[in-house]
Every structure is written in C-alpha cells, then in structure tokens.
C-alpha cells in the first residue's frame, strides 16, 4: 500500500513537470521578439499621448485620427506577443526549477519591482493627469504629501488601485503576469498532460484554416461574453496559455518556418477590411440594420489579428533573430528598466511640451527623443546602482555572502506580502464580478 502511495505522489509531482523530450537551447528568437515588442509598446504609448478617440491620462493638443490607423496593425497583437512569450518562458523555467523555487523567484522578481513602481515610478503620472484634468493645483512636494497620507479627499475622484488612489497604471502587466503565472501552475496537470499534447500536436497537422481557425475562437468569445473593460485579463492569460502549449512543439515551429508568405498576406487582408470596418462602423457611428452584424465581423476579425499577428512576429523573429549577440544582451536586460519607466516619461514630459505650443511634429519628435533618452539614461543608472536593480527586475551582479544573500530575499519578501495579498483579494474581486 504504502508503495502505492509513494508512486501516486511521484506520478502526482511529474504531471506537474513538462515533458523535455523535444526541449531546444535557448530560443535567442523570442529574447528579441521580447525586446522588439516592448520597444512598440513605447511607441504605442507615445501614440496613445496624440490619437484622438481613444483614452488615455493625457492628451496633445495636436490629436490625429488618422494615427488611429496606423497603431491598429500592432494593437490586436502587440500584447498577445508578450503574453505567449511568457507562456513559453514559464515552460523553460519550470523544466528547470522546482515549483516552490519558481513562485519564490517569481515573486522577488515581480512584485519587488511592482511595489517600488507604484509608489516612486507612478505617482508623477496621477500628478500630471490630475493637473490636466483640472483636479489638482498644488506643487508635487505637496502632492507627495496628500499621496502617501490616508483616506485624502484630494483624491476622491481617483480612488481605483491596489490602495485607495494608488494604482498600478501601465504596470498592470506586471501584476497580471505574477497572478497568471501561480493561475498557470494549478493548470499544469492538465497543461502536461499526454493527451492534451497529442491534441495539440494532431492540431497543427491540420490544414491552416483549422489550425488558426481553432485557436481564434476562444478569443473571440472573450470578446464578444466578457466585458470590455477587462477583457485584457482574460485574453491575456489565454495567450500565456497558448505559448506554453507551443513552447517546443517541432510540428509547431516546422510548419511556421515555411508559412511566414502566407500568414503576412493574411495579416495584410485582415488589417485592411477591419479598418474599414473601424472608420465606417465604430468612429463614424453608422447605425442601420446591418450595423450589428458588422460589428461581430469586425471583433472576428480583429481576433483573428490577435492570433495571425501573434504567428507573423514569432515567424519573422524565428527566420531572421535567432542568434547571440552582444547586443541582445545588453537590450534583454534594459527591457524591464525601460518597460517601468517608460510612460512616466512620456506623461511627464508630454505634459510639458503641450504646454509650448511648439507644432504636432516638433513636440511629437522631441517626445520620443526624451523618451527613449530618459529610458536609456535611467537603465544605466539603474544597472550601475545594487539598491536599484531588484527594484527594477535585475538580478544584482554582487557575490554576496550566503547569509547576506538569504536576509535581502528574506527582507523583500516580507516587504513584497502585502501587495501580494491585495493583488490576490484584487484578483478574488474581478473573478466574482466576471462569473
């Protein structure tokens, strides 16, 4: 019996440990694609500060709906790309560690950041926004101290966040990632299980329609059942999904190899009729009978974008990224740095420069010039400074001694547990109001 026992639990501890057979090097691929999507989320983001009908904390004075247009070929799938990158991360991760190791390390590495960003990295941008809503006429030393005192009616109209008014902003991704991560770890079971495999592979054989076609589906639904306003969660943790179901399937990345002509047509096709569909339908507001019906093909539609631009970055990074370089290594390291940053510069200095009246392309170039210099400026400090790299993701390059070593993971653990636990209460929440 006792034998029995013993094999139960073996069996039980392997189903959460993925297969390895078909286990690659170091997929140098994705380490750009990583780089090369966070790098379009800047500009996205600098985007957001000038279009015209979509909301975001600040706004130009020089709006462009013809911008609209552009950032929509990168919008259906920029975020998805990260999302399966980090599928098929966390499939590397746990072939290699233990699953205590992994939610320990996760958490150091997430929520420390998470933490230090919402209380150093975000505050300028509650400022700005505040400010330029009319809310707010007071210097940042003393918005500092309305801040971090409580219950403040200052911000009784800005009251969304981990704490009252203090939100987590553009780190959502960080938070959901962490939450997504343990969610994926209570799946693993079924996520490694042979049969599910097999499907996925039996998949892959089919003829490209179905293969894509398949996928889309559950995205869709999101889009049309979930509510509009957090249907990021739900598709984001749908992609985590799929990237780790692909993670190294060789009929997977074979058949991608060769598709790359024709998954670039489709993307191209896709694009241009939901344009239309976006200018004539949603930004024109046509309302006939035919509106209805348009507006479902046009959420398939910008599904189906999700899926075939999510296929076209994977293809393009695997045939023409997949090598080592120097420079890889230096910009895979400045990715969260840049990522934490990033759109407190741009709604800082966003702010400012509307401010002069300085023309649409002047202020839109001397933008992304700050940005990106701020970024870079702020990662140099950032990876020269012991304090700072935890704080921003970095693993520190000291060889401290071991029992320094276990007291500072020690010190940020305790330090990382309450936001861990509204994290979760945050996650409870937006379960119940889904189901």
């Known amino acids: 019996m006792s034998v029995n026992y013993q094999l139960l639990l073996q069996k039980i501890k392997m189903s959460f440990i993925p297969n390895t057979k078909h286990m690659p090097a170091r997929r140098y691929d994705l380490d750009w694609l990583r780089v090369l999507a966070f790098a379009l989320l800047i500009l996205f983001h600098i985007g957001m ?99 971090f005192a409580d219950n403040n009616d200052v911000f009784a109209k800005y009251q969304a966040g981990i704490w009252p008014h203090i939100d987590v902003n553009h780190l959502w991704f960080i938070r959901s990632l962490w939450q997504f991560s343990l969610m994926l770890l209570i799946l693993l079971p079924l996520l490694n299980a042979q049969w599910l495999n097999r499907a996925v592979q039996l998949l892959f054989k089919q003829h490209a329609i179905v293969a894509i076609g398949l996928p889309i589906l559950p995205i869709f639904a999101i889009q049309v059942f979930w509510d509009s306003d957090t249907t990021r969660y739900p598709l984001g943790f749908a992609f985590m999904i799929y990237g780790y179901l692909i993670g190294w399937q060789p009929i997977f990345w074979q058949r991608l190899e060769k598709a790359l002509p024709p998954l670039f047509i489709a993307l191209i096709i896709g694009y241009c009729s939901f344009i239309c569909i976006y200018n004539f339908v949603w930004v024109d507001e046509m309302h006939n009978e035919f509106t209805e019906l348009l507006k479902t093909i046009g959420r398939f539609n910008y599904s189906a974008l999700r899926i075939i631009g999510v296929l076209v970055a994977l293809s393009l990074t695997n045939k023409f990224f997949n090598k080592k370089s120097a420079k890889l290594n230096y910009l895979n390291e400045a990715v969260y740095p840049f990522y934490i940053l990033h759109q407190t510069i741009i709604v800082v200095v966003g702010y400012n420069l509307s401010l002069l009246k300085i023309g649409a392309l002047l202020e839109a170039t001397l933008l992304l010039i700050f940005t990106v210099a701020g970024c870079f400026i702020g990662f140099e400090i950032i990876r020269r400074t012991t304090l700072l790299r935890p704080c921003f993701g970095l693993k520190s390059t000291k060889n401290h001694h071991p029992t320094v070593q276990k007291l500072g993971y020690i010190a940020a653990i305790l330090l990382v547990l309450p936001i861990a636990w509204k994290v979760m209460q945050w996650s409870v929440y937006l379960l119940s109001t889904l189901i």
Do not use: C
Not at 51 to 68: A, D, I
């Open 49 to 147: 500060f000038y279009v015209e009908n979509w909301g975001w904390h600040v706004k130009s004075s020089y709006k462009s709906q013809f911008l609209e247009n552009i950032m929509l070929l990168i919008e259906p799938w920029r975020m998805a790309v990260l999302w399966v990158i980090s599928g098929i991360s966390i499939r590397f991760i746990l072939a290699k560690v233990a699953i205590g190791d992994f939610i320990l390390m996760r958490s150091y590495r997430l929520l420390l950041p998470l933490l230090f960003g919402i209380l150093f990295i975000v505050p300028p941008q509650l400022y700005i926004e505040m400010t330029y809503n009319g809310d707010l006429n007071m210097s940042y030393l003393q918005f500092l101290g309305a801040f």
